[in-house]
């Protein structure tokens, strides 16, 4: 194997990274401030997919933007799903902040089962994926499709984004503020509903971000909210609830390592990240990045 | 009282199924007791525990596809089984299940809450993800077909009394384990762990003993499992099988004993319905478990009980 062979694989490993950031951050987000457990998060990166390909067709249909098409219609699904969310949050998930884990499962299973269906109401069973033609470039002796370097720009920028926001802004500081006392913050006039339908619908027009990003180099399809949700929190376990840095540091790794793995032992990619994840919650319960008085 | 009654209506009810006429009402039925088991089992942990293992599916996919290894190792030469192999193999299940669930609940029991939820699910899905790709033993994702019973559990209604004779004796075992002194010390250790340590408790074995009673409970689900759909596949593994006995304990109700095995008539049921009649019922099932979720707080058999006491003037 040469080094070119290599560099690619740890390319691919990158962007794979970044679409888990995108999703599991939304995931770490929503259960480090309000304690809750989305497990319908991916079923709405799927929803936000959809819709970004379907704004997308018709923009290419109604004028000439061509593959440019691309940015406005990953706006619009992104704004779809901030919609979405919030409304979600504001009719459901509130509901469920003084619920068990168990019945939050159950909540969130029953949006699975009803956003899937509505998926296949609309869209069909068809798979889907943009028709974006990127001319490759040459690099390190082979041919590299540049738009993953736009993917991985894109996940460090929302990285770095997301971090100033929680930790610079005063919005992001309300929020923080609200995980460690939710009722000092409510005391001082802020109203805390507002700052969990903002979180709630923020982390779900992330994924919609992510979907829509990685519509051009990759089709999505029903079912395959089951398979990434288990990773994503995999990568918000590895790195620690409730930790913007855990999740990206997480997501490198498991990225990473899927991609590298995939190379020596294809079916036992996954093998490696469960166990990678069973060996962090052994040593370390609550992540590389997280702290240790959460239970 | 409320579990009384809903244990003799159950068991009075299983009873007059293969009254019915036609196979789909016994095949239903057999399909409710064995998820039901599954679930009574998950409720050990849940219910008298206080634990979450949401990785139940793997001992009951270790109990089905320890079944089904044996099976296939008996049937080798094309010749159906003989009822000695059959029961062997029905025997295999439980102590594979048992020993999986060993070396989970080793790990698990040190954790408690959200962590011991997610090191279940971890174990769970790391399982499932070593059956899945280990081709030469497991065949993968195509599982094991072919899991042909002997003549006379070929029949629905005959497999369907042998599998509410199984899993009444299971139900009555498992009953028995939740009034022992064992059971009231898993109770005692969910309420508060450091008192039952302070008492004498030794809470972490406690906890690993229960969770491998309950694995071992849910590997004889499995083991029926097998031969009732005639097939194992490595989805009887994953995390959606380990949502199944929440749900249907949710559903029914986690502080009763039967209310899994409730939860498991109305889950199963209804999915069995439903699909019958539309092709969205992901849609039809989904807004159901919605309305119970939002509307039935602790299950249909507490608010039968809440009901129930209202109406006799005692309120609770």
Known sequence: ?295 | MTDRVAAILLVVTFLAVPLVPGDFAVVVATEILILGLFALSFNLVHGYMGQISFGHAAFFGLGAYGTALVFRAFKGAGTGVSYAEFALSMLAGLPLAAAGALVVGYFCSRLTGIYFAILSLAFGELIYHVVFSWYGFTGGDDGIQGLLPPPWFRDPVNYYYFTLAVVFVASAVLWRITRSPFGYALRMLRDNARRAAFVGIDVRLCMLCNFVVAGAFAGIAGSLWGPFSRSVSPVLLGWMQSGIPVFMTLIGGSGHFTGPMVGSVVYTGLNAYVTRFTPYWPLAIGIVILLLVLFVPGGILSMVEKRAATRSGKGR
């Open chain 1, 1 to 295: 194997m040469d080094l070119s062979a290599l560099a690619l694989q740890l390319l691919s490993g990158l962007s794979r990274a970044m679409m888990l950031f995108l999703l599991a951050s939304g995931l770490s987000l929503t259960f480090g401030v309000m304690n809750i457990l989305n497990f319908a998060h991916a079923t709405l990166w799927l929803l936000g997919g959809y819709l970004c390909f379907s704004v997308f067709q018709w923009l290419t249909q109604a004028g000439g933007l061509g593959s440019w098409a691309l940015v406005p219609a990953i706006a619009t699904s992104m704004a779809a799903m901030f919609a979405i969310g919030w409304a979600l949050e504001r009719f459901l998930i509130r509901r469920m902040y003084g619920r068990e884990l168990p019945e939050q499962l159950l909540l969130t299973f029953a949006l699975i089962l009803v956003i899937g269906d509505l998926i296949k109401i609309i869209w069909g069973t068809q798979n889907r994926r943009l028709p974006v033609v990127i001319e490759p470039i040459e690099m390190l002796d082979s041919f590299v499709n540049p738009y993953y370097f736009v993917i991985i720009a894109a996940g460090c920028a929302v990285a770095a984004g997301l971090w100033a926001f929680l930790h610079r802004s005063r919005y992001g500081r309300i929020v923080r503020a609200a995980v460690y006392s939710r009722d000092m913050v409510s005391a001082l006039g802020i109203r805390i509903p507002t700052i969990y339908a903002g979180v709630f619908a923020l982390g779900v027009a992330i994924a919609a971000l992510s979907a829509g990003l990685f519509l051009p180099v990759m089709s999505i399809g029903l079912g395959m909210d089951m398979q990434i949700i288990v990773q994503c929190f995999a990568v918000v376990v590895i790195g620690g609830f409730g930790s913007i840095l855990g999740t990206f540091v997480a997501s490198l790794i498991v990225g990473i390592v899927y991609a590298f793995t995939i190379l020596i032992w294809p079916e036992g990619a996954l093998v490696v990240i469960f166990l990678i994840l069973v060996a962090v919650l052994i040593v370390r319960p609550w992540g590389l990045f997280g702290s240790e008085q959460r239970t």
